[in-house]
């Protein structure tokens, strides 16, 4: 062995460890793993997160998956960890880009992220594939290679609307994250959604990513002072977990509050711990759907539940999510993409995503304008016990449905069961989602205190008590409707003495919390308030004096009463019956049988009224009763004739003027109510001069100066105007067309949660026949004044004859007596046979007034002088 020196081999060393330090910087320099076939993914994502971690397991299957389909080691990924701060996400892809040579960056999922890696991979012209569900509609021309790989879910709004409005809630408060993401997932699609459905926001709390519970506790407190119940909460969930700690700890989890959760938070309901799931007990939450079936999927499930338990054992729940499967299919789409052809420029790569096209586990993977399709379909879940309970499903333009495929559509979410409710428990009628628990003090309703009558709302004052007294057919309609509610509601009537406008902008101001009484409804009035259903009929119509017009059925009968005709035609018979009676002993005419003599009764009893029949009368008796009766049958038939011709002329009840062009061409006067709305109206829609206006304070003014033609007409509302007219029943009348306008409501604040239940209420109180019964005893308690008026003649009645008829009574019943005190037949007897017609005329002088026992002891001594022998008297009847 030849011989070395020292120094030479010194050299030697010195050379081979620079050579080998050449190597590794060589080495070192040249990109991982990477070879000529090999192609590198790039991933951002936050490690430290439940989502994060699905992310990094899903992209690694992916990986894996594909490079054993291909049978090759294709892809390759490079995972950065950012922690939700753009800054390092930044920087983390301008080292995934310039160090790893990545070609495609996937995540992050934030939109802060988001943006300020698009700029990174902008300079470069690499493609990224973002998670952020939602991103605004310029981006993709900010950044043309940003792609949307998570399909868009703010139509999950148009859900969230829906629940809302299924159970009939009218306003929700929404607490959102103050982030750029969750403003372009709340604005606008929240806003339309809402008011689609009429559905009003009533407060719109962003809170900062870093709230603390200081900071909770005040905003939760402010929302807590308000009636409204229902909340909306879009926050990510380590936000959301503050929000609902807060919330259970402040008594805001109980009965009558609802929370309904967005999918940033219930996608992640899968892995939520024990202390989050028992402070969102009764959460409704809506979350992005998928399908769970098919050999694949569990093949899929299985292998990650494994991975995931192994790889973060911290974690107790291992199913995947949402999150797993949007990174396992990007993962796949790059792949599909870059197996197209050789490596190739970030623009052609760009474009070979865009034409991916297959059925991925989270979904449709088919881009369109460089972002998936929306989400159309959202599952609908239910917070309960340790877990969570899977409601249903709702889908775009369909609705509600228990199944995800091809199930039976409902528009209501009451379809799907029973929800259990903060609180509650199972049930499936809602929490009225308001609560007037908050305000101390009962509701103070203000009542107008000049009302043009108080039929509808009446305020007196007791001086003894030191209090108001308020009736009125509008005060009993509001009682008995509040009594209709499905809870008690406090309140109390306060009078208001100014105009109906001033009134309702007290209630616009909060002065007053409703306002009750005869309140028009009328347009201007709804800028300021919103109205109830109208409790009284609707219309403004014209009430002017009356004419008088000829011609009624059965007139003839109208100048006597009933009692005057009865009497007449007993007086008539019992006269009829005292001629017969006396003059069938002298005329063979006026016997025979039964029928005729009844026939003959009545024809004398009549026939004297027209001619005096004195020739064929016999008996000075007969002729005396005959004489007095003529007389007062003169009397009474010429009264009579007066009477129904005086009826004749008089004519029927017709409006003077029928319509108002008459009154406008004549330049009429007219009347209003100086506290309504009908002058502007007067004065407005129908042309009237303001001139000719004149406005009066009660009923009893209009009818005074429409009777003097001060004023040609009124107009009034129709409710008062059918009270005007029942109160003057014979002087006025309502003329011409209704106009459609008013109708009485009861006044509330706009938004008003108490509205929706006040209207059922009322429909109630309207369909039970309540409010038929109030205005029913409304008109039944104004009485008509006018008695009778100077046009219309009384009719006739026996006071008006009284002496007459006594006369003419006494008379007839003295020559019936005297005839049969007096009287033979033919043998010189008394007519003792005739006892039963005696009787029979007792009991008519009875009913006349003559005492039964003098009588009777009259008929008796004349049967006691009469023998019962009847031998021929034939010799002693004169001739006829």
């Given at each position: 062995?030849?011989?070395?020196?020292?120094?030479?081999?010194?050299?030697?060393?010195?050379?081979?460890?620079?050579?080998?330090?050449?190597?590794?910087?060589?080495?070192?320099?040249?990109?991982?793993?990477?070879?000529?076939?090999?192609?590198?993914?790039?991933?951002?994502?936050?490690?430290?997160?439940?989502?994060?971690?699905?992310?990094?397991?899903?992209?690694?299957?992916?990986?894996?998956?594909?490079?054993?389909?291909?049978?090759?080691?294709?892809?390759?990924?490079?995972?950065?960890?950012?922690?939700?701060?753009?800054?390092?996400?930044?920087?983390?892809?301008?080292?995934?880009?310039?160090?790893?040579?990545?070609?495609?960056?996937?995540?992050?999922?934030?939109?802060?992220?988001?943006?300020?890696?698009?700029?990174?991979?902008?300079?470069?012209?690499?493609?990224?594939?973002?998670?952020?569900?939602?991103?605004?509609?310029?981006?993709?021309?900010?950044?043309?290679?940003?792609?949307?790989?998570?399909?868009?879910?703010?139509?999950?709004?148009?859900?969230?609307?829906?629940?809302?409005?299924?159970?009939?809630?009218?306003?929700?408060?929404?607490?959102?994250?103050?982030?750029?993401?969750?403003?372009?997932?709340?604005?606008?699609?929240?806003?339309?959604?809402?008011?689609?459905?009429?559905?009003?926001?009533?407060?719109?709390?962003?809170?900062?990513?870093?709230?603390?519970?200081?900071?909770?506790?005040?905003?939760?407190?402010?929302?807590?002072?308000?009636?409204?119940?229902?909340?909306?909460?879009?926050?990510?969930?380590?936000?959301?977990?503050?929000?609902?700690?807060?919330?259970?700890?402040?008594?805001?989890?109980e009965k009558e509050y609802v929370w309904i959760t967005t999918d940033s938070i219930t996608s992640s309901v899968h892995s939520m711990n024990f202390s989050l799931i028992s402070s969102m007990q009764g959460v409704v939450g809506v979350r992005n759907s998928f399908l769970e079936t098919g050999p694949d999927f569990n093949n899929f499930s299985t292998r990650f539940y494994g991975i995931f338990g192994r790889k973060y054992p911290e974690e107790k729940h291992h199913e995947p999510g949402?999150?797993?499967?949007?990174?396992?299919?990007?993962?796949?789409?790059?792949?599909?993409?870059?197996?197209?052809?050789?490596?190739?420029?970030?623009?052609?790569?760009?474009?070979?995503?865009?034409?991916?096209?297959?059925?991925?586990?989270?979904?449709?993977?088919?881009?369109?304008?460089?972002?998936?399709?929306?989400?159309?379909?959202?599952?609908?879940?239910?917070?309960?016990?340790?877990?969570?309970?899977?409601?249903?499903?709702?889908?775009?333009?369909?609705?509600?449905?228990?199944?995800?495929?091809?199930?039976?559509?409902?528009?209501?979410?009451?379809?799907?069961?029973?929800?259990?409710?903060?609180?509650?428990?199972?049930?499936?009628?809602?929490?009225?989602?308001?609560?007037?628990?908050?305000?101390?003090?009962?509701?103070?309703?203000?009542?107008?205190?000049?009302?043009?009558?108080?039929?509808?709302?009446?305020?007196?004052?007791?001086?003894?008590?030191?209090?108001?007294?308020?009736?009125?057919?509008?005060?009993?309609?509001?009682?008995?409707?509040?009594?209709?509610?499905?809870?008690?509601?406090?309140?109390?009537?306060?009078?208001?003495?100014?105009?109906?406008?001033?009134?309702?902008?007290?209630?616009?101001?909060?002065?007053?919390?409703?306002?009750?009484?005869?309140?028009?409804?009328?347009?201007?009035?709804?800028?300021?308030?919103?109205?109830?259903?109208?409790?009284?009929?609707?219309?403004?119509?014209?009430?002017?004096?009356?004419?008088?017009?000829?011609?009624?059925?059965?007139?003839?009968?109208?100048?006597?009463?009933?009692?005057?005709?009865?009497?007449?035609?007993?007086?008539?018979?019992?006269?009829?019956?005292?001629?017969?009676?006396?003059?069938?002993?002298?005329?063979?005419?006026?016997?025979?049988?039964?029928?005729?003599?009844?026939?003959?009764?009545?024809?004398?009893?009549?026939?004297?009224?027209?001619?005096?029949?004195?020739?064929?009368?016999?008996?000075?008796?007969?002729?005396?009763?005959?004489?007095?009766?003529?007389?007062?049958?003169?009397?009474?038939?010429?009264?009579?004739?007066?009477?129904?011709?005086?009826?004749?002329?008089?004519?029927?009840?017709?409006?003077?003027?029928?319509?108002?062009?008459?009154?406008?061409?004549?330049?009429?006067?007219?009347?209003?109510?100086?506290?309504?709305?009908?002058?502007?109206?007067?004065?407005?829609?129908?042309?009237?001069?303001?001139?000719?206006?004149?406005?009066?304070?009660?009923?009893?003014?209009?009818?005074?100066?429409?009777?003097?033609?001060?004023?040609?007409?009124?107009?009034?509302?129709?409710?008062?105007?059918?009270?005007?007219?029942?109160?003057?029943?014979?002087?006025?009348?309502?003329?011409?067309?209704?106009?459609?306008?008013?109708?009485?409501?009861?006044?509330?604040?706009?938004?008003?949660?108490?509205?929706?239940?006040?209207?059922?209420?009322?429909?109630?109180?309207?369909?039970?026949?309540?409010?038929?019964?109030?205005?029913?005893?409304?008109?039944?308690?104004?009485?008509?004044?006018?008695?009778?008026?100077?046009?219309?003649?009384?009719?006739?009645?026996?006071?008006?004859?009284?002496?007459?008829?006594?006369?003419?009574?006494?008379?007839?019943?003295?020559?019936?007596?005297?005839?049969?005190?007096?009287?033979?037949?033919?043998?010189?007897?008394?007519?003792?046979?005739?006892?039963?017609?005696?009787?029979?005329?007792?009991?008519?002088?009875?009913?006349?007034?003559?005492?039964?026992?003098?009588?009777?002891?009259?008929?008796?001594?004349?049967?006691?002088?009469?023998?019962?022998?009847?031998?021929?008297?034939?010799?002693?009847?004169?001739?006829?």
């Amino acid at each position: 062995m030849p011989y070395v020196s020292l120094s030479t081999l010194r050299h030697l060393i010195m050379k081979t460890f620079l050579l080998l330090l050449f190597f590794l910087v060589a080495l070192a320099l040249k990109p991982e793993g990477i070879n000529g076939d090999e192609r590198i993914i790039g991933a951002i994502s936050d490690c430290n997160t439940r989502f994060g971690k699905e992310e990094r397991v899903a992209m690694d299957m992916a990986v894996q998956d594909f490079n054993m389909q291909h049978n090759q080691t294709f892809l390759m990924l490079r995972l950065k960890c950012s922690k939700r701060k753009p800054l390092q996400s930044a920087l983390a892809a301008r080292h995934l880009i310039s160090k790893n040579k990545v070609e495609v960056i996937l995540g992050p999922r934030s939109w802060e992220e988001t943006s300020t890696v698009s700029e990174v991979c902008e300079n470069y012209d690499v493609p990224i594939l973002s998670f952020a569900d939602s991103s605004p509609p310029w981006a993709a021309e900010r950044w043309p290679f940003l792609i949307q790989a998570a399909a868009g879910t703010h139509i999950q709004m148009k859900a969230v609307a829906n629940i809302i409005q299924s159970w009939g809630w009218r306003r929700a408060n929404v607490i959102y994250e103050d982030t750029d993401s969750a403003a372009n997932g709340i604005s606008p699609y929240l806003y339309g959604a809402l008011q689609a459905v009429d559905v009003e926001i009533g407060n719109l709390r962003p809170l900062p990513s870093f709230a603390d519970s200081s900071l909770l506790h005040k905003e939760l407190e402010n929302l807590k002072k308000e009636q409204c119940r229902v909340f909306v909460v879009h926050t990510s969930l380590e936000l959301a977990r503050r929000v609902f700690g807060m919330a259970k700890e402040k008594k805001m989890m109980e009965k009558e509050y609802v929370w309904i959760t967005t999918d940033s938070i219930t996608s992640s309901v899968h892995s939520m711990n024990f202390s989050l799931i028992s402070s969102m007990q009764g959460v409704v939450g809506v979350r992005n759907s998928f399908l769970e079936t098919g050999p694949d999927f569990n093949n899929f499930s299985t292998r990650f539940y494994g991975i995931f338990g192994r790889k973060y054992p911290e974690e107790k729940h291992h199913e995947p999510g949402i999150f797993a499967l949007q990174a396992y299919d990007a993962v796949w789409t790059m792949g599909l993409a870059m197996n197209e052809g050789t490596k190739s420029n970030g623009r052609q790569l760009l474009e070979s995503i865009l034409k991916t096209d297959f059925d991925g586990f989270s979904g449709k993977i088919q881009f369109t304008g460089q972002k998936l399709e929306p989400t159309t379909r959202f599952q609908i879940i239910n917070i309960i016990g340790k877990h969570y309970r899977e409601l249903g499903f709702w889908t775009e333009n369909l609705g509600f449905s228990h199944t995800i495929d091809h199930g039976v559509y409902n528009l209501s979410m009451e379809s799907l069961g029973d929800v259990n409710w903060p609180g509650l428990g199972g049930r499936s009628s809602a929490p009225r989602g308001w609560d007037r628990s908050t305000i101390e003090n009962p509701l103070r309703i203000g009542v107008p205190n000049g009302s043009i009558t108080n039929k509808f709302v009446k305020v007196d004052y007791d001086s003894s008590t030191g209090k108001y007294i308020f009736s009125g057919f509008s005060v009993d309609v509001f009682n008995e409707t509040a009594r209709h509610l499905k809870y008690s509601l406090k309140y109390e009537f306060v009078p208001f003495g100014g105009n109906y406008n001033d009134l309702v902008k007290k209630v616009q101001s909060k002065e007053f919390d409703a306002a009750v009484g005869d309140i028009a409804i009328i347009s201007n009035r709804c800028e300021y308030v919103e109205f109830t259903h109208a409790h009284t009929e609707t219309g403004l119509v014209m009430v002017v004096p009356i004419l008088l017009h000829s011609s009624r059925a059965l007139l003839f009968v109208k100048p006597f009463t009933t009692a005057m005709w009865f009497l007449t035609f007993f007086i008539n018979v019992f006269n009829g019956f005292v001629v017969w009676s006396i003059e069938r002993n002298y005329c063979s005419e006026l016997r025979g049988p039964i029928l005729n003599q009844i026939g003959t009764l009545l024809w004398l009893a009549f026939a004297t009224l027209f001619s005096l029949h004195g020739e064929k009368l016999h008996s000075n008796l007969s002729r005396m009763a005959t004489v007095v009766w003529l007389f007062v049958a003169l009397i009474i038939t010429q009264s009579y004739t007066a009477s129904l011709s005086s009826m004749l002329t008089v004519q029927n009840l017709e409006p003077k003027i029928t319509n108002i062009e008459t009154l406008k061409s004549d330049n009429a006067l007219i009347g209003y109510s100086h506290m309504s709305f009908v002058r502007e109206y007067l004065e407005g829609p129908l042309g009237f001069k303001s001139s000719n206006s004149r406005n009066f304070t009660s009923t009893d003014e209009y009818a005074q100066a429409l009777r003097s033609s001060a004023i040609a007409a009124a107009f009034l509302e129709a409710p008062v105007a059918k009270l005007f007219v029942a109160k003057y029943c014979k002087s006025f009348t309502i003329a011409g067309p209704t106009f459609l306008v008013g109708g009485y409501g009861f006044a509330f604040p706009k938004g008003s949660l108490l509205l929706p239940d006040i209207d059922e209420a009322l429909l109630n109180v309207r369909e039970n026949g309540v409010l038929k019964d109030l205005e029913q005893s409304l008109i039944a308690s104004e009485q008509c004044v006018d008695i009778q008026s100077d046009n219309e003649t009384a009719s006739l009645s026996p006071q008006n004859f009284f002496v007459l008829f006594i006369i003419t009574g006494f008379t007839s019943s003295a020559s019936l007596l005297i005839y049969y005190f007096r009287a033979k037949d033919r043998y010189g007897n008394s007519r003792a046979r005739y006892k039963g017609i005696w009787i029979a005329t007792i009991m008519v002088l009875k009913k006349l007034g003559y005492r039964r026992n003098r009588l009777s002891r009259k008929v008796s001594d004349v049967a006691d002088e009469n023998p019962r022998n009847s031998p021929d008297n034939s010799h002693s009847q004169p001739q006829v």
